[in-house]
């Protein structure tokens, strides 16, 4: 399960504990790493890095799935 590392926006992966960058300073995770905004409810992970999401990409419904195509190919799930 994911969850909130420090207090400076970090946050670990639920699948492969890969670190991921927050969103600003308040300790919220970023929608592009959350499983429920890309319509995956049974994922019991709170998030989710870009690969798991790769692998994961079949479940999610179609309007989604091209919403991710459209976030990978514009760089928006940059670690840094």
Request: with cysteine.
């Amino acid at each position: 399960m994911g969850f909130y590392r420090r207090r400076q926006g970090v946050f670990v992966c639920g699948n492969c504990s890969a670190e991921l960058k927050g969103a600003g300073r308040h300790g919220v995770a970023r929608n592009r790493n959350n499983p429920y905004f890309w319509g995956l409810t049974n994922e019991p992970a709170r998030v989710l890095c870009q690969q798991c999401l790769m692998v994961r990409k079949e479940q999610m419904p179609s309007i989604r799935r091209m919403k991710f195509n459209q976030y990978v190919k514009l760089g928006m799930f940059r670690e840094n």
